[in-house]
């Protein structure tokens, strides 16, 4: 692009091209070889495989949530649990409603948690959850309007740096605090599970199973290009002026705080259908899901792939499960989260712009510097400062 030339970047990159094609490879390749392959051959995929994946990728959507308002606008919020488990409870009363006389105590309206507890009738806010339209708009409607009502007031606070951290942090323990009590209506301590059907079709089921990969799939494909049409538009490039001088931006005459809050909700939204595809294939949300722990280490899995990237995040977080998992079967499960810390320290002592933010680093050194670009098509937007 010549000095001049003041057309928008490319909304896909090599990287991003790759990425998706990866993606797309793994979304039909992953389901094909679970329902078309015998189980005794070398290629087969187990269900449970399946639903591990499906799970990662999930993660992976979270971590683009994550890195959309961190990596760009500088917003480290250690709240996005929050969000995530918002999206997971509107979809777990949907799955809960769907049980009907199945249950252990066979009332068709209402749960067995409040049958065991004598609640005489279902509470208000779970009324329309039988139907999934609706299930599915409370997916993106609750962390949505939590996100605009806390945005709102901290943002026109101008609540910034670490004390941002900490209040999104203390939001989401106070959550978890609410969540675990019984007349809450959630299920309290053990949460929502048991779950049946979904749109009819047996949860437990290969077919179903291999369904809720693809979506899961196809929903990060799509985060990832609404993220990338977010951060590469205009609105993109306030996002990340603000990140980088906010008072400058503010002195220019826009509102910063609104920019902030749009992209704070985005983000939540994102979180919320991840946290909705999330539980149907693990069976179960309960409030650990709440956990300020689980916030903090979603940030280490954006920080290990390269703030600031998008596809890092997402690799970032597929990398990090998929070691969680591996570590915490064997003998090393009481130190994973030693180990996880350690992960995190060397990152940030060593590869600050995380995995794909050191790799484009290295490429651009050894690509050989044009006489009429700026910088190179598939490097980051722009290079994040430190964390506040």
């Given at each position: 692009?010549?000095?001049?030339?003041?057309?928008?970047p490319a909304?896909l990159?090599?990287?991003?091209?790759?990425?998706?094609?990866?993606?797309?490879?793994?979304?039909?390749?992953?389901?094909?070889?679970?329902?078309?392959?015998?189980?005794?051959?070398?290629?087969?995929?187990?269900?449970?495989?399946?639903?591990?994946?499906?799970?990662?990728?999930?993660?992976?959507?979270l971590?683009?949530?994550?890195?959309?308002?961190?990596?760009?606008?500088?917003?480290?919020?250690?709240?996005?649990?929050?969000?995530?488990?918002?999206?997971?409870?509107?979809?777990?009363?949907?799955?809960?409603?769907?049980?009907?006389?199945?249950?252990?105590?066979g009332d068709?309206?209402?749960?067995?948690?409040?049958v065991?507890?004598?609640?005489?009738?279902l509470?208000?806010?779970?009324?329309?959850?039988?139907?999934?339209p609706?299930?599915?708009?409370?997916v993106?409607?609750?962390?949505?309007?939590?996100?605009?009502?806390?945005?709102?007031?901290?943002?026109?606070?101008?609540?910034?740096?670490?004390?941002?951290s900490?209040i999104?942090q203390?939001?989401?323990?106070a959550?978890?605090?609410?969540?675990?009590?019984?007349?809450?209506?959630?299920?309290?301590?053990n949460?929502?599970?048991?779950?049946?059907?979904?749109?009819?079709?047996?949860?437990?089921?290969?077919?179903?199973?291999?369904?809720?990969f693809?979506l899961?799939?196809?929903?990060?494909?799509?985060g990832?290009?609404?993220?990338?049409?977010?951060?590469r538009?205009?609105?993109?490039?306030?996002?990340?002026?603000?990140?980088?001088?906010?008072?400058?931006?503010?002195?220019?005459?826009?509102?910063a705080?609104?920019?902030?809050?749009?992209?704070?909700?985005a983000?939540?939204?994102?979180?919320?259908?991840?946290?909705?595809?999330?539980?149907?294939q693990?069976?179960?949300?309960?409030?650990?899901?709440?956990s300020?722990?689980?916030?903090?280490?979603?940030?280490?899995?954006?920080?290990?792939?390269?703030?600031?990237t998008?596809?890092?995040?997402?690799?970032?977080?597929?990398?990090?499960?998929?070691?969680?998992?591996?570590?915490?079967?064997?003998?090393?499960?009481p130190?994973?989260?030693?180990?996880?810390?350690?992960?995190?320290?060397?990152?940030?002592?060593?590869l600050?712009?995380?995995?794909?933010?050191?790799?484009?680093?290295?490429?651009?050194?050894r690509?050989?510097p044009?006489?009429?670009?700026?910088?190179a098509?598939d490097?980051?937007?722009?290079?994040?400062?430190?964390?506040?």
């Open positions: 692009m010549s000095m001049t030339d003041t057309r928008p909304l990159t090599t990287s991003g091209l790759v990425f998706l094609g990866i993606l797309a490879a793994v979304a039909v390749l992953v389901p094909a070889l679970n329902l078309l392959v015998s189980p005794g051959s070398a290629f087969y995929i187990p269900t449970y495989v399946v639903s591990l994946l499906g799970k990662y990728l999930c993660y992976a959507l971590a683009l949530s994550v890195d959309l308002i961190w990596g760009y606008v500088g917003i480290l919020s250690l709240g996005q649990g929050a969000f995530f488990a918002l999206g997971g409870y509107a979809m777990g009363m949907y799955l809960m409603r769907q049980i009907g006389t199945r249950g252990v105590y068709p309206v209402l749960p067995d948690f409040m065991f507890l004598n609640w005489k009738e509470p208000w806010f779970w009324y329309g959850f039988d139907w999934f609706f299930a599915a708009l409370m993106l409607l609750a962390p949505g309007i939590l996100a605009l009502v806390f945005g709102w007031f901290a943002f026109r606070s101008r609540v910034t740096g670490v004390y941002l900490i999104t203390a939001m989401t323990f959550l978890l605090l609410a969540f675990f009590r019984n007349d809450m209506g959630f299920g309290g301590n949460g929502l599970t048991d779950f049946k059907d979904i749109l009819g079709f047996n949860i437990q089921s290969d077919g179903t199973r291999a369904v809720l693809f899961s799939a196809l929903a990060l494909a799509l990832y290009l609404l993220c990338r049409f977010l951060v538009s205009h609105f993109g490039k306030v996002l990340v002026a603000i990140r980088d001088a906010e008072t400058r931006v503010r002195f220019t005459g826009y509102r705080e609104n920019y902030k809050l749009v992209a704070f909700v983000s939540a939204m994102l979180a919320g259908v991840a946290g909705a595809l999330y539980v149907p693990v069976g179960i949300i309960n409030p650990s899901e709440f300020p722990a689980n916030s903090i280490e979603i940030i280490v899995w954006v920080a290990v792939g390269g703030r600031g998008l596809v890092g995040a997402a690799l970032g977080a597929v990398l990090v499960n998929y070691a969680k998992t591996y570590f915490t079967s064997g003998m090393l499960a130190y994973w989260l030693f180990m996880l810390g350690g992960l995190f320290v060397a990152v940030t002592l060593f600050p712009k995380g995995v794909i933010g050191t790799f484009y680093e290295w490429r651009e050194k690509r050989p044009p006489e009429d670009t700026i910088g098509a490097a980051p937007l722009a290079e994040p400062k430190p964390a506040e």
